[in-house]
Every structure is written in C-alpha cells, then in structure tokens.
T-cell receptor
C-alpha cells in the first residue's frame, strides 16, 4: 500500500464551525506533514510530525490545531477559520532520515470557508 | 533560511521541442525533489536527488543536481502534450522541504 488517504475531499464550513481533516497512511512512515496550497501557488508547510511528536510548526495560527493519534493517522482540527483560509490542504508522509523516495502526498481536502 | 528560485515560471512550447527548467536554492540542502502537479490534483513525486552530480531519467524527463552551484535542472526531451502540468522543485533540509514557485508548462499540440 503506497497511498496516503485524506477525508473529506471537499469541505465547506462557516467561520463559527469546528471541523477536522483526516489523513491516513499505512506505509510505516514515521514523518507526516500538513501543507496548505492556494490556487496557482506552491504548497506551504504548516506542521511536521516526526515519530508522532510535533517537530515543526511554521507559525501557523492557533485556529489550526494538529494532532497525531498514532503513527498512521494525522488530524487537523479547524476552528473559527477565516475566508482567507480557503485552500487545498495536503497531507504527506515520508520515512524520516531516509527520504530516498520523497514525500508521498494525499489527494488533498479542498476547504471553503464562508 | 532556505530559499528557492525556479525559472521560468511559465513555459509554452511546441510538441517535439526540448527545454530546461532551472532551480536555484540559497543554502546547503541535503536532498532535492521534483514534483509534478496537474490542475486540481495532488503532487506526484518525479525524482529524488541525493548527491552532487546525481542524474535521473524517466521517459522524456531528466533531472540533475549540482550541489556546489546549488542548482538543479529538469530537462524535457521531445515534449508531448501529456507533459503539460506544473513542475515544482523542492530542496530539503532537516525535517522540511521548501517548494519553488513552480513552472507551469503548456505544451501545444
């Protein structure tokens, strides 16, 4: 299994809602990532978990809250988002220290904040 | 801070032609990736370059890395329409990789 899955595929939420994005991989990778990508822009790193511990937080606003319940799962909890947070949210995974095959990306969740 | 400059940002070319995309980065990097992204889709890993002088080829695409010049290239040979996409280079350091702005490649039939 060389796949990263993400749910939901699409999400529309109001500014007062609370929702979560989910990411799952069963490749035994021990590093997992959240990226945000706006249209016609490159992905921007948000968070990195390495061996289930948060190792990088790229100064992301607290309305985004990551969680790594186990080595296969990564969540991104969303609360009180702004319309400018609308974007494609990509999850990726890799084997840390030996990224000979790069990061595997999931299909993304397209988020619209109304 | 690792910065990445990719050029050109947009490239329109005829089928059958050759072209090169350039990727310069600012500080020492221990690996470099090339990714492809089709419109509305996720990213697909094309190449991972791990050492100076590394060259990898897959079909009509060939990637190379010069760590001393902090330069990677993606060369397209005899382009075909199916290669139309956005191509990102992404050097890595420690736990993270930084994406270039991407090259939107449009190949005219």
């Amino acid at each position: 299994d060389t796949e990263v899955t993400q749910t939901p595929k699409h999400l529309v939420m109001g500014m007062t809602n609370k929702k979560s994005l989910k990411c799952e991989q069963h490749m035994g990778h021990r590093a997992m990532y959240w990226y945000k990508q706006k249209a016609k822009k490159p992905p921007e790193l948000m968070f990195v978990y390495s061996y289930e511990k948060l190792s990088i937080n790229e100064s992301v606003p607290s309305r985004f809250s990551p969680e790594c319940p186990n080595s296969s799962l990564l969540n991104l909890h969303l609360h009180a988002l702004q319309p400018e947070d609308s974007a494609l949210y990509l999850c990726a995974s890799s084997q840390p220290d030996r990224e000979v095959k790069g990061q595997y990306f999931g299909p993304g969740t397209r988020l619209t904040v109304t | 801070e690792l910065k990445v400059e990719q050029n050109p940002l947009f490239l329109s070319m005829q089928e059958g032609k050759n072209y090169t995309i350039y990727c310069n980065y600012s500080t020492t990097s221990d690996r470099l990736y090339w990714y492809r992204q089709d419109p509305g889709k996720s990213l697909e890993s094309l190449f991972v370059l791990l050492s100076n002088g590394a060259v990898k080829q897959e079909g009509r695409l060939m990637a190379s890395l010069d760590t001393k010049a902090r330069l990677s290239t993606l060369h397209i040979t005899a382009a075909v329409h199916d290669l139309s996409a956005t191509y990102f280079c992404a050097p890595g350091r420690d736990d993270k990789i930084i994406f270039g702005k991407g090259t939107r490649l449009h190949i005219l039939p």
